[in-house]
């Protein structure tokens, strides 16, 4: 390959050299161990790993879960990763530390960071029209950039139907894609590129696994090499990840999990089938639980990018118009715990359910990769996160709030699809999602309890003295709109 195909300078790539050198070394020692369940350094206490093996353990139990690997972040290094489980039910596979599931939307982060490197580099404009590094997107009444796409302000539609349940998004071809695209990124522009932008570029967020391949023409174009290939160079390798690999089907891939889900009983039952060859840059790479934990360790210790660049990443676009969005970045989730600001991402297909999260001033992370679409692994990882960062179990305690505080939050408050209606009843306050109504209970004045949930509403007020509900799920934020 030529100098000028390179994505990196050379002074980076001596870097990136040592670090295969050294992961080279880790990748023999882990296939010499694949078959145990866990890998550990013995640096996360013993009682942190007692509640984090009961968590997960419950969890499987519950939602049941054929397989689940785990990994931790503590001090900005990898401590710990275990599996459990089973990867194989069919072949009575367990599930270990190595095993490899789709990250589903966890790719975005991966996206994210390698256009990050180029633009730190000089190599991608963000701001440029995304036509000068991916012409083969089509003109648009306004421009599109790289900056709005990895912030999903790109005016980029989504899927057809909704993502879940698989079922029923089976019949929209792009989100049950069964065909298998030599070059991912020339397949997948073909489902949407012609189709108009569902609104002006910056204005609205508009959430978009599309706009992710758009995303990854400009990272070839910038650069002169495939997609996966750049993504290798610039985050793979020197995060020390050398498991992470895109969802090829053809491919035997080594520790790879097979793919769940439930019927309609309830039974565990094979995932609906997924080619994701054409959205790998939103939603089509395969990794382990350690992996992902080095990609966390990487990012916090600035081995990735510079501050200053991992800070721009971290800003969260605002759309002009002021309707509701979820608490994103560029290529990343924001939201909170006991207070804690914290960054991740989740994902979800056919046959895995995944999160990562990090508390950067903390410098922990966690990590949950499981193998069913019918599992919840957000919710799982906010457990574990809270274990790490040393808080107790949460335990609901309501407090009296003066119902004056209510004025001003009944109403329809919604953002995209999802709805939500607050109502008064007395002195308390109720939501309807959908067909389902729920007694909001305070845990302060400000955050209120979906009982027999772990969301909260937190009831806020912007700068100019109006009401905002800020939806916490998991930890993930989402700001609704009042629209009614």
């Known amino acids: 390959m030529s100098q000028k195909a390179h994505c990196i300078d050379a002074g980076l790539r001596h870097q990136i050299d040592r670090a295969v050198a050294t992961t080279c070394a880790w990748l023999l020692a882990s296939l010499l161990v694949a078959n145990s369940t866990a890998a550990q350094t013995g640096k996360l206490a013993a009682e942190k790993q007692a509640r984090i093996e009961n968590a997960i353990s419950k969890f499987m139990t519950e939602s049941q879960t054929p397989g689940v690997s785990a990994a931790v972040v503590q001090d900005g290094e990898l401590v710990w990763s275990a599996g459990f489980g089973m990867a194989d039910l069919e072949n009575s596979v367990p599930a270990t530390s190595n095993t490899l599931y789709r990250l589903g939307s966890i790719s975005k982060p991966l996206t994210a960071t390698a256009a990050m490197a180029l633009w730190e580099h000089g190599r991608l404009d963000l701001d440029s029209?995304?036509?000068?590094?991916?012409?083969?997107?089509?003109?648009?009444?306004?421009?599109?950039t790289t900056r709005q796409l990895l912030g999903n302000l790109g005016g980029i539609r989504s899927y057809n139907v909704p993502e879940q349940p698989y079922s029923v998004s089976q019949s929209d071809p792009e989100v049950g894609n069964t065909r298998h695209f030599d070059n991912g990124i020339e397949g997948g522009l073909k489902f949407f590129a012609n189709d108009p932008l569902v609104a002006q570029p910056g204005t609205h967020?508009?959430?978009?696994?599309?706009?992710?391949?758009?995303?990854?023409?400009a990272i070839e174009g910038a650069c002169g090499q495939k997609y996966a290939d750049a993504v290798r160079e610039m985050v793979l390798i020197p995060a020390g990840m050398l498991q992470a690999r895109p969802d090829e089907r053809f491919a035997i891939v080594p520790f790879r999990t097979r793919f769940y889900s439930k019927d309609q009983s309830g039974a565990v039952m094979n995932a609906e089938f997924l080619d994701a060859s054409y959205k790998v840059p939103g939603g089509g790479w395969l990794s382990s639980a350690p992996d992902m934990a080095?990609?966390?360790?990487?990012?916090?210790?600035?081995?990735?990018?510079?501050?200053?660049?991992?800070?721009?990443?971290?800003?969260?676009?605002?759309?002009?118009?002021?309707?509701?969005?979820?608490?994103?970045?560029?290529?990343?989730?924001?939201?909170?715990?006991?207070?804690?600001k914290i960054v991740g991402h989740g994902g979800s297909q056919q046959g895995t359910s995944t999160m990562i999260w990090m508390a950067p001033d903390a410098r922990a992370g966690v990590v949950v990769l499981t193998n069913s679409d019918s599992s919840n692994a957000p919710r799982l990882a906010i457990q574990?996160?809270?274990?790490?960062?040393?808080f107790p179990e949460h335990e609901h305690s309501e407090v009296a709030v003066d119902p004056k505080v209510f004025d001003g939050y009944?109403?329809?408050?919604?953002?995209?699809?999802?709805?939500?209606?607050?109502?008064?009843?007395?002195?308390?306050l109720s939501a309807q999602i959908r067909d389902q109504k729920y007694s909001l209970s305070p845990e302060s004045v400000r955050e209120h309890v979906l009982k027999g949930t772990d969301a909260h509403l937190v009831l806020s007020v912007d700068r100019n003295g109006r009401p905002e509900i800020t939806f916490r799920e998991s930890g993930i934020d989402a700001y609704l709109n009042l629209v009614k």
């Open 129 to 144: 029209p995304v036509q000068k590094y991916c012409p083969a997107f089509p003109q648009k009444p306004w421009p599109v």
């Open 205 to 217: 967020f508009n959430y978009s696994t599309h706009g992710y391949t758009v995303a990854g023409c």
């Open 294 to 340: 080095r990609f966390e360790a990487a990012i916090m210790n600035n081995r990735l990018l510079k501050r200053p660049t991992r800070d721009t990443m971290w800003t969260q676009p605002m759309p002009s118009d002021g309707l509701g969005r979820l608490a994103y970045g560029l290529g990343w989730q924001f939201g909170a715990v006991e207070d804690v």
């Open 384 to 390: 574990l996160l809270r274990i790490v960062l040393g």
């Open 410 to 428: 009944v109403g329809i408050w919604q953002l995209g699809d999802f709805k939500v209606t607050i109502a008064r009843e007395g002195d308390r």
